[in-house]
């Protein structure tokens, strides 16, 4: 005799097959959206979760130069200095690190350079974390040329290999030690700058980053004579150029290589860099100004501090054995223009991540000092009619890029703190 199963128990068994089907892990909701009674469940093994994607190695990584963002994992071996210098000890600062597939590597052809913002320095950075070296990490950012050399850029993440990623430390949008950049406002804010403003710290670097690299026109060496007669015009004798040291006004037409004639003065020396005359930081019409000869070659490579003494030619300049103070009135200009370069040549564009510390006697490393001297000149002497027409003139007829510290010089502090 055939049994006979009532409804009710059909749809139950189905219903309870159904459920069966579904793993564990997927929560049951009701229509409003809250977690639904529990049922009881039959033990079914969850599905594994699908892996994370497998790091690249630093080989895969040095053949993809793309500028995609990829995840490397390799050893610390190091701090690269320059295209072909990798140092493993007396660490400069905390701005890079060398990884490689082996802990042992020495040859920088079989090495990754890795571009440390500033919100990892303090965690990432080797100066600070000397144990690093031979830590195996996974680093996160885009694969792209750094010191001239592959590498990757704007990174964006750090872990030691294996671990989880609460070790990872990500770049924070704003900086709670400075103030929001709302001290001064610049015609340009609701265009050039709109996507900067209400920005600090990382963030706001690099967004100005973005903004002055967009668009721009990249001089000549010998363009950059007749920018200077442009940027830098007296403005009681149009005729003439004011140096940027010795405040001197001397004929236009009076540039050269001779004794008492001006020439390019690179304000970011260029041998810190090592970038020499090459076009692009080598040119850019922003750090570079008009100087007598004798007063160029005293200041020479050196770094910006206080003390010295007397130059000749320049009064109100001292020099030391490794420092350059140039005169009060355009301290300030030296120090915008110097934080303009660390913002703009951050090593994305095939040339050495430029960037201001706090030492002097930085040789041909891409650092410049002295930081506290730069803020504090930054603060003393704010922008003046001069500096402010220079930087219109870049903009409208040169480079078409501005300095951002020309229109908001209390960005200064929002990026590099009080």
Not at 14 to 40: D, K, R, Y
Not at 41 to 49: D, E, G, N, W
Not at 97 to 114: F, G, K, P, Q, W
Not at 254 to 260: H, P, R
Request: aromatic share 8%; glycine share 8%; proline share 7%.
């Amino acid at each position: 005799m055939p049994v006979v199963i009532p409804r009710r128990r059909i749809a139950a068994v189905v219903t309870g097959l159904a459920i069966a089907l579904v793993p564990p892990s997927l929560a049951l909701t009701s229509a409003a959206g809250s977690p639904a009674t529990t049922l009881p469940l039959p033990r079914v093994a969850a599905a594994p979760a699908l892996a994370a994607a497998t790091p690249l190695t630093v080989s895969q990584a040095i053949g993809s130069q793309t500028g995609q963002s990829a995840t490397v994992r390799g050893y610390v071996v190091g701090q690269p200095t320059a295209t072909s210098t990798v140092v493993r000890s007396n660490f400069p600062n905390d701005y890079a690190l060398a990884i490689a597939d082996s802990a042992s590597e020495t040859s920088t052809s079989r090495m990754l350079y890795v571009q440390i913002p500033s919100a990892f320095r303090s965690s990432w950075g080797l100066q600070s974390n000397p144990s690093l070296m031979g830590r195996q990490l996974d680093v996160t950012g885009a694969l792209a040329a750094y010191f001239s050399h592959p590498g990757m850029t704007s990174t964006s993440a750090f872990a030691f290999s294996g671990t989880s990623t609460t070790t990872t430390t990500t770049s924070p949008t704003s900086t709670t030690s400075s103030p929001s950049p709302t001290g001064t406002t610049s015609p340009y804010d609701s265009t050039y700058y709109a996507s900067a403003i209400g920005k600090t710290g990382s963030a706001l670097h690099t967004e100005l980053h973005r903004i002055i690299s967009s668009g721009v026109t990249t001089l000549t060496y010998d363009q950059v004579w007749t920018a200077l007669k442009d940027t830098d015009q007296d403005p009681s004798n149009t005729n003439n150029v004011v140096e940027i040291y010795s405040g001197r006004s001397i004929a236009k037409s009076d540039n050269g290589g001779g004794v008492d004639q001006w020439n390019r003065e690179h304000v970011w020396a260029k041998s810190h860099g090592d970038f020499g005359t090459v076009n692009g930081p080598g040119t850019d019409v922003h750090h570079l100004r008009p100087e007598d000869i004798t007063v160029n070659s005293t200041r020479g490579n050196l770094d910006f501090d206080l003390g010295g003494s007397a130059v000749s030619q320049c009064t109100g300049c001292l020099s030391d054995a490794d420092s350059f103070e140039p005169r009060n009135a355009v301290k300030g200009d030296v120090a915008r223009m110097i934080f303009y370069m660390a913002v703009r040549w951050d090593g994305g564009d095939g040339f050495a991540d430029l960037e201001p510390n706090n030492l002097v006697g930085n040789g041909t490393a891409p650092y410049i000092g002295k930081l506290s001297v730069l803020k504090q000149w930054n603060l003393q002497d704010p922008p003046d009619a001069f500096e402010k027409r220079r930087n219109q003139v870049i903009f409208d007829t040169w480079q078409h890029n501005r300095n951002p510290f020309i229109d908001h010089p209390e960005w200064v502090t929002a990026i590099y703190g009080s």
